[in-house]
């Protein structure tokens, strides 16, 4: 069975400080980091980019980033992001994931292309897709990936609500895949991880559920307990 794990979002935590606060949402008991770059282009905003996750990376030596390119050329950014590469010193698990829309690469033919250059770069893959987005797109690709990415709210900022009729690809995609991981980000807080879970989604995302709470070791573990269960 795959692991519960829960990943922080730090898009809208206090960014000019992102190694304090990625270690505060650690501390709070997060598995992992899940990091939005945003280029103003396939979303409107920009967040940061990949000099950044490098350099965070040298103060997170052991921890997972998820690296989630909400950009319209994944195809370019590969390497960049391989400079934040790592595998945890003791279990060898790789810790650096390549996220990416298949939005973005489907219509110029260059999915294949990105998956192969991650693993080049000896990433782990991941393959997002849009609420728009209809799950036959991904499913080609699924057999090759680490994990799928079923976007909850329409990229672009965090704090938007949870859109539960994206479940229904979580339960498709878990039918066929029984040991592969599925993510879910956008909206999900410790009142809407329950949904989430019970369709098979093992990897939640969730930025305002922690940052943005009163108590986030209390949010974090009721988030994990949902999952676990
Ligand atoms: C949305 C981003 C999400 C977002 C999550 O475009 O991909 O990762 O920051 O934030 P919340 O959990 O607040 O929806
Ligand atoms: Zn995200």
């Given at each position: 069975?795959?692991?519960?794990r829960?990943?922080?979002?730090?898009?809208?935590?206090?960014?000019?400080?992102?190694?304090a606060?990625?270690?505060?949402?650690?501390?709070?008991?997060?598995?992992?980091?899940?990091?939005d770059?945003?280029?103003?282009?396939?979303?409107?905003?920009?967040?940061?980019?990949?000099?950044?996750?490098?350099?965070?990376?040298?103060?997170?030596?052991k921890?997972?980033?998820d690296?989630?390119?909400m950009?319209?050329?994944?195809?370019?950014?590969?390497?960049?992001?391989?400079?934040?590469?790592?595998?945890?010193?003791?279990?060898?698990?790789?810790?650096t994931?390549?996220?990416?829309?298949?939005?973005?690469?489907?219509?110029?033919?260059?999915t294949?292309?990105?998956?192969?250059?991650a693993?080049?770069?000896?990433?782990?893959?991941?393959?997002?897709l849009?609420?728009?987005?209809?799950?036959e797109?991904v499913?080609?690709?699924?057999?090759?990936?680490?994990?799928?990415?079923?976007?909850?709210?329409v990229?672009?900022?965090g704090?938007?609500?949870?859109?539960?009729?994206?479940?229904?690809?979580?339960?498709?995609?878990?039918?066929?895949?029984p040991?592969?991981?599925?993510?879910?980000?956008?909206?999900?807080?410790?009142?809407?991880?329950?949904?989430?879970a019970?369709a098979?989604?093992?990897?939640i995302?969730?930025?305002?559920?922690?940052?943005?709470?009163?108590?986030?070791?209390?949010?974090?573990?009721t988030?994990?307990?949902s999952?676990?269960?």
């Amino acid at each position: 069975k795959c692991a519960a794990r829960i990943g922080a979002s730090v898009l809208d935590c206090d960014t000019a400080s992102l190694a304090a606060e990625a270690q505060r949402a650690l501390r709070a008991g997060v598995d992992y980091l899940h990091l939005d770059v945003m280029d103003g282009h396939f979303v409107p905003a920009i967040s940061f980019g990949p000099a950044v996750i490098a350099k965070l990376r040298s103060h997170l030596p052991k921890v997972f980033f998820d690296c989630h390119m909400m950009i319209n050329k994944p195809d370019e950014h590969v390497e960049a992001i391989a400079a934040a590469m790592a595998k945890h010193p003791d279990t060898g698990e790789v810790l650096t994931q390549y996220t990416f829309h298949i939005e973005t690469t489907e219509p110029r033919g260059k999915t294949q292309e990105v998956i192969d250059n991650a693993r080049k770069h000896g990433m782990r893959v991941g393959l997002a897709l849009s609420p728009g987005t209809p799950l036959e797109q991904v499913l080609p690709y699924l057999d090759q990936v680490d994990m799928t990415l079923v976007m909850t709210v329409v990229p672009g900022k965090g704090g938007q609500s949870f859109m539960v009729d994206q479940m229904e690809k979580v339960r498709a995609v878990r039918a066929k895949y029984p040991d592969k991981d599925i993510e879910v980000d956008g909206g999900v807080k410790v009142h809407t991880v329950d949904e989430a879970a019970k369709a098979g989604a093992n990897m939640i995302v969730s930025g305002t559920g922690v940052y943005k709470v009163e108590d986030m070791a209390l949010a974090v573990s009721t988030m994990k307990r949902s999952v676990e269960l």
